[in-house]
């Protein structure tokens, strides 16, 4: 059975005998430690360690396009404040893993939106020209093939910001529910320019739409504005027979769930444990396997060390054996995790058989 058919097996509760073991990878603080604990610079990861990448993809470009003038606006030795691509403003610190400071935004309410949506339009520019040679990587790599699906509200979070877009759900809903469907038509068109070319596994997107204690945005808000370009994505998949469609969402996701069900999307990722305790388990029994989970590993215990990462594995087995989850750290691992605990972590993925 090949790592593709693997993948696909568990996901449709079909036969399967082992777990893929996969690399996501690590903070840039992580690899640091990792380099002086004995990682080689000069090979890659996903060798060294004898894992996959999540993926494949093969993707047009769905976000903004053209992409706004990058802009320096300050510069010292401890930050940078730019004017990024998307057009926000942001104060980047320098040597350290942190959320940017964000300043101002070009999007701010209705009169900065017809700026972003010429920008959100067809274009065969959007196409890579190299797409026939990426089409025929993936279908070599052996991996899962995935393509992009975009963001239906998280990318409108990152250009507005988290207060804007509160004041543009209480003002303007009529213009959320406009901003989402302009880009699920584009996502849509780029599903067909890819789609008939090749045969996909699962369409990606990405939100980050949730924080510790819930979403940014009420579950009304979000069935009534949102759900619907889920949905119209979603069905453009079936049309291609591409049944599983990830969105990766960090933070209190069990809010938002049952309404990207509703949208069509049936595969969680990463499902954080962290500080808000997410429950692969609790999901199953509530929802059945209708929703999959790529992730649920609680990444802080693989730190601790083999007693700890055994007691993680274990906990998660009923449900490896059942189908539907394929285990994963649940974010970029910190450095705290030594390279001799995490490689620990992906042998005893490896060895399990089933």
Request: aromatic content about 12%; charged content about 30%; some cysteine.
């Amino acid at each position: 059975m090949t790592t593709r058919e693997l993948w696909q097996n568990i996901m449709h509760y079909g036969e399967f005998d082992r777990m893929p073991v996969i690399h996501w990878g690590g903070w840039e603080e992580t690899r640091r430690r990792w380099l002086s604990e004995g990682l080689p610079e000069d090979v890659s990861e996903h060798e060294y360690f004898g894992a996959q990448p999540m993926s494949a993809g093969v993707n047009v470009n769905v976000g903004l396009f053209p992409p706004f003038e990058e802009e320096i606006i300050e510069e010292t030795d401890e930050y940078r404040i730019v004017r990024q691509s998307d057009g926000v403003v942001c104060k980047d610190w320098k040597g350290r893993s942190c959320i940017p400071h964000y300043i101002d935004f070009t999007l701010k309410d209705a009169s900065g939106w017809p700026e972003y949506k010429k920008r959100l339009q067809p274009d065969p520019a959007r196409i890579p020209e190299d797409i026939e040679a990426k089409i025929c990587q993936a279908e070599a790599a052996d991996l899962p093939i995935s393509v992009s699906t975009g963001s239906m509200i998280g990318w409108i979070r990152n250009w507005m910001g988290v207060e804007n877009l509160a004041y543009l759900c209480y003002d303007d809903r009529d213009l959320l529910a406009e901003m989402v469907d302009t880009i699920a038509e584009l996502v849509c068109w780029g599903l067909d320019q890819v789609l008939p070319k090749v045969k996909a596994d699962m369409g990606w997107g990405w939100e980050d739409i949730c924080f510790r204690s819930g979403p940014l945005v009420s579950p009304a808000i979000f069935k009534e504005c949102v759900v619907p370009g889920y949905r119209k994505v979603a069905d453009k998949l079936l049309d291609y027979e591409v049944d599983l469609y990830l969105v990766d969402c960090d933070g209190y996701i069990d809010d938002l769930v049952p309404l990207w069900l509703e949208g069509g999307v049936n595969v969680m990722f990463p499902v954080e444990i962290g500080p808000w305790k997410a429950d692969p388990y609790a999901f199953r029994k509530k929802y059945g396997k209708e929703l999959r989970v790529f992730g649920g590993i609680d990444k802080l215990e693989i730190a601790k060390g083999p007693e700890a990462i055994d007691a993680e594995i274990a906990r998660r087995l009923p449900l490896m054996k059942e189908g539907g989850f394929i285990p994963l750290p649940d974010h970029l691992i910190t450095p705290e995790t030594s390279l001799e605990d995490y490689k620990y972590y992906l042998e005893q993925i490896r060895k399990l058989r089933f």
